[in-house]
């Protein structure tokens, strides 16, 4: 379900029919949990024929309002000005994912171990996007986000000193991970790859006014090096190799954690969520796919996050193992599936009710669930 803060939003840019077409398929996507627009238009509720359902969804896939920059930053920038003080930092992670002939680049922002997309485009190639692709879809989020402090992150795709010297020109922050093989060298000393560097799990050393590859004209930056200690008899294979322009280490450190904050993410878009990669749809559909889900995911984030307020979780999941010290289930998850939840419910209201009438001494117990459906409702 759209969270109803929106509306105000996309009314602005979409017309009656245009902004009911895109409430039916954000249901559609919380429902269904699919983005083939085959699947979509079997299920979509408009009394015309499956064919025209699907040609239906197709030209809405089209219209030139369904623009990520008109319809979906204001929406993003009131979610992030909900959680974030105005100048406040920000981390924004950026990340590429490639599913079949699909390649996409993405910015988000990190809130709470998850990352919320801010912009994307689609790559017309395979493989690594390059630096012209990366200041692309980073522009329009400085400009959108200049009220914050902002700290960019990205793991060795994202490894190249012109990156970080764009950036630092800007005055933005950055953690870059660099692969071993990377150059570098201390003053009055020789270039050596990364590799070189001694350090054992556990160990953390940070390295000052450093020069990185033997390219010209990029300056000196500092240098993080970080090896995870063995955790629950595994040991991390890969050292990292950070570059940044911050000050100290732990803060370079504990803000590219945050960068796991994506992986979440791209997997709530597909297996854990909306099963982007089963798409098929044309690269210009499937970016307002992506915006579809994007309008998806932040909606169950934020019911979720709603529901738990109202702590009435334990009635959408399972409660968190005392073994383990990490949530069992992510706001996100507690959205999508009490909406689920109160779907199957009102589907199958006569025999619940039958049911339960037939089990008198559980009746206490459904009062409260019922009770529990309402405040859930409201999050919805």
Not at 84 to 89: A, D, L, R
């Amino acid at each position: 379900m759209l969270a109803s803060f929106y509306q105000n939003f996309l009314e602005k840019y979409l017309n009656k029919a245009q902004l009911i077409t895109l409430k039916m398929l954000v249901w559609l996507l919380q429902n269904q949990k699919q983005v083939r627009i085959e699947r979509l238009a079997a299920t979509l509720p408009l009394p015309i024929q499956q064919n025209s359902r699907r040609r239906h969804i197709q030209r809405f896939l089209t219209l030139n309002a369904l623009s990520v920059v008109l319809l979906w930053f204001p929406i993003i920038e009131a979610i992030i000005n909900q959680h974030f003080q105005v100048g406040s930092q920000l981390t924004i992670a950026m990340d590429r994912t490639q599913w079949k002939e699909n390649n996409v680049l993405m910015v988000s922002v990190i809130y709470q171990k998850r990352a919320w997309p801010i912009y994307w485009c689609l790559l017309e190639k395979d493989g690594s996007s390059n630096l012209e692709e990366q200041q692309k879809v980073l522009r329009p989020v400085i400009r959108l986000l200049k009220k914050y402090k902002l700290v960019i992150i990205g793991d060795r795709e994202f490894h190249s000193i012109e990156l970080g010297s764009w950036l630092h020109k800007q005055n933005i922050g950055f953690v870059l991970r660099q692969k071993k093989d990377t150059t570098f060298r201390q003053k009055w000393q020789k270039f050596q790859p990364l590799s070189n560097i001694e350090i054992s799990p556990g160990v953390r050393q940070f390295y000052t006014n450093v020069k990185v590859t033997q390219k010209q004209g990029f300056g000196r930056f500092n240098l993080g090096v970080y090896w995870k200690r063995k955790y629950r008899g595994k040991q991390e294979k890969d050292v990292w190799y950070l570059l940044t322009n911050l000050p100290d280490l732990n803060t370079a450190l504990k803000i590219y954690a945050q960068r796991f904050g994506i992986e979440a993410m791209f997997k709530d878009c597909k297996t854990g969520g909306y099963n982007l990669e089963s798409s098929q749809a044309s690269p210009d559909r499937l970016v307002r796919i992506i915006f579809l889900i994007a309008l998806a995911m932040t909606s169950a984030w934020l019911q979720g996050q709603k529901i738990k307020l109202q702590r009435q979780q334990s009635y959408v999941c399972r409660s968190q193992e005392q073994s383990k010290a990490e949530k069992r289930h992510s706001n996100f998850w507690i959205g999508l599936y009490g909406f689920n939840w109160i779907v199957a419910w009102h589907e199958c209201r006569a025999w619940v009710e039958e049911l339960v009438g037939s089990i008198r001494n559980k009746q206490a117990y459904y009062q409260r669930g019922l009770r529990a459906m309402e405040l859930i409702q409201q999050a919805l």
